[in-house]
């Protein structure tokens, strides 16, 4: 038999979908902080937020799953060092938060955040050259057919920073679009599916240099906290858009709002921020060529019965001595 403890407590219908993974697994659904330390003492797994507490009275326990992908507010010293395994929530939210990255980069391609404010303000004013595209169709041959302003995306280069399940499928959406894709990770390979060889991070000079719109996929760790400093940031195109749909620690605010008056890079679309949530006198707000929404990239209906099936897909491995489908390192932190 099995053992494997949920606290926080699931509701009914989540905790007998788990009972009925086995019939060599026993749930206990932990009522309270008290009646959770009890049960984990001879638990085998453990599914939800675990803290130093619990884990210190576990005695037998030889795997944990987070409730989440991230895990930078997860992890701490001594999980690190338990001989667990440990598994996360990856993999979940790819289609969802790809979806999310077009929409900013449409956006910023046809100027729909401006003409949306303009639209509050009942303004017709066609932005840049556009406004002359209409006595070009009329009179052939009276004016440059280049449209400054708008951009096309079969032109355009998207470059993807940390290639996982997000990264990755954010290069298949862009390159779907007729976009050229580059995109840095940890652990350079080819994604033929998204015409992508992904380099490795010591090229991402490289792909500042080439890309029209950077998109930050990767997860926070040591290494990428604070990344997007101003020196990175310089290394961008004036013409660049730098999306963060990965974690807000890993680009400096401060930074961020220099470069953008200074008109070291075009613009910023951010779901994610330094500060959570943005204090509503902060500086970005008001900045006419950035598009904030409020950490919702990840949002969807789908997602709950996804969690769900991750859950019971590693509860049956976990009683069958398999490994889970979503291992973590956690030395890495993903």
Known sequence: ?????????????????????????????????????????????????????????????RWVQSPTASLEHYLFPELVEHPCVLSNMRGLFSDVIADHVMGYVLCFARNLHIYLR?????????????????????????????????RHLSDQTLGVVGVGHIGAEIARRAASFGMTVIGVDPHPRDIPEAHLTVWSMNRLPD???????????????????GLFDRTLMKQMKPSAILINIGRGAIVRLDDLIAALQANEIAGAALDVCEIEPLPSDHPLWTMPNVIITPHVAAASPRVPERHLETLLENVRRFVNGEPPVTVVDKRQWY
Request: aromatic share 6%; charged share 20%; glycine share 4%.
């Open 1 to 61: 038999m099995w053992t494997l403890v949920v606290f926080p407590a699931v509701d009914d219908v989540r905790l007998q979908r788990l009972q009925s993974v086995s019939t060599q697994l026993v749930v206990i659904n932990g009522l309270n902080r008290e009646h959770a330390l009890q049960a984990i003492v001879e638990a085998d797994a453990f599914f939800g937020k675990i803290t130093p507490e619990l884990l210190k009275a576990a005695k037998k326990l």
């Open 118 to 150: 303009q639209q509050a303000e009942r303004k017709w004013a066609p932005v840049g050259d556009a406004a002359a595209i209409t006595d070009f169709v009329t009179a052939p041959g009276t004016i440059t057919p280049m449209d400054r302003a708008h």
């Open 207 to 225: 792909l500042l240099a080439m890309a029209d719109y950077t998109v930050i996929a990767a997860p926070h760790t040591p290494e990428t906290e």
